[in-house]
């Protein structure tokens, strides 16, 4: 991280909150990792455990506390909230949501203490608790906007109701405006985010800072992995075929409904030709896994360990990631895109 973000003084004791880390991977295990490993500073990571939405059902087992070189990661089970929803006011009954899991973050998150710095993440409930802990304790607070919460929010066709959810959500976006205004550093990923956060929420652009993306060009790199990539298409009987990859989240922000749509046009004889492989979770996981089912040409492998990820690129001969162009996926640049090049 350069020197403009993170503080001269060396050996910090920095605490984060946020929703993911080893082993469960993504875009934001692998930034984290690239940023603060062996970066002479100790971070503690509060993040979700066992039972908490953000942990795949398919993962049944993580220790409540690991260490990983410079890092410690402290896991706190985060339970779906119950209870009856307000048809008038969603977003309170949201914000006591994130209240309670944020308490429960700070009273797992704190036992330590004597932090020199708190570094928040969103979604909504892990930027509170560092807002909350920044403001009791007096601590800078550097809050990274992966995507802005408002992006989430939906808007019935309804008229009653879409005038409901518009107020409901100048109340997310309020509650947002606050922690970054109240930030003493925002970390945005993309230019582009940069200046919607300097437009939308009127913070000086001197007050944002930008780190982009980035991976490992030696370990990600075809020429490492062609022998055993070559025994992969090998076993797939994929040696003559035109292998197409999506690794990632399985979702409606990367475009899986319309991927899986535009495979099943395909004539038969161009299906015949091609092998298509796809690596992930997400909440459209079981939609990928019934159409692989019934397509003999798609391999759904679901989750792998991040390790083995270069070699299911090298497999790859087209990556493919369909987006569709909205507020959330044109500020960022996807980590898959850059392993895949």
């Given at each position: 991280m350069n020197s403009s973000i993170h503080m001269n003084n060396p050996d910090l004791k920095i605490i984060h909150f946020a929703h993911t880390f080893i082993p469960i991977y993504g875009g934001t295990t692998t930034r984290l990792m690239n940023l603060f490993m062996n970066d002479g500073n100790r971070h503690t990571i509060i993040a979700p455990g066992l039972g908490s939405p953000y942990v795949p059902k398919a993962i049944d087992h993580l220790n409540p506390d690991d260490t990983y070189g410079n890092i410690k990661v402290r896991r706190v089970p985060l339970t779906v909230r119950s209870g009856g929803k307000s048809a008038l006011f969603p977003a309170m009954h949201q914000l006591k949501g994130w209240y309670a899991a944020s308490s429960r973050l700070i009273d797992n998150g704190m036992k330590e203490g004597n932090y020199n710095l708190v570094y928040g993440h969103n979604p909504m409930e892990f930027a509170l608790a560092a807002l909350r802990i920044s403001s009791s304790g007096r601590l800078p607070l550097i809050y990274e906007v992966h995507g802005l919460v408002k992006d989430t929010i939906s808007f019935s066709k309804n008229p009653i109701k879409n005038i409901i959810d518009r107020w409901n959500g100048l109340f997310v976006t309020n509650l947002e405006r606050h922690i970054i205004r109240r930030a003493s550093r925002i970390i945005v990923q993309t230019a582009s985010m940069q200046r919607r956060i300097v437009r939308e929420y009127g913070v000086s652009a001197e007050k944002i800072g930008i780190i982009y993306n980035g991976v490992d060009t030696d370990l990600f790199s075809p020429r490492r992995y062609r022998e055993p990539a070559s025994r992969v298409r090998e076993e797939?009987?994929?040696?003559?075929?035109?292998?197409?990859?999506?690794?990632?989240?399985?979702?409606?922000?990367?475009?899986?409904?319309?991927?899986?749509?535009?495979?099943?046009?395909?004539?038969?004889?161009?299906?015949?030709?091609?092998?298509?492989?796809?690596?992930?979770?997400?909440?459209?996981?079981?939609?990928?896994?019934?159409?692989?089912?019934?397509?003999?040409?798609?391999?759904?492998?679901g989750l792998v360990r991040y390790e083995e990820m270069p070699v299911h690129y090298a497999v790859t001969d087209v990556f493919v990631i369909p987006r569709p162009s909205n507020a959330a996926t044109e500020n960022l640049v996807p980590m898959k895109l850059l392993e895949a090049m």
């Open positions: 797939l009987s994929a040696t003559n075929k035109t292998v197409f990859s999506y690794f990632g989240f399985l979702d409606e922000n990367n475009g899986i409904k319309f991927f899986l749509d535009a495979l099943e046009r395909l004539p038969a004889e161009v299906q015949d030709r091609i092998l298509v492989r796809i690596v992930g979770r997400g909440p459209y996981a079981d939609l990928v896994r019934i159409f692989s089912s019934g397509h003999p040409f798609m391999q759904f492998i």
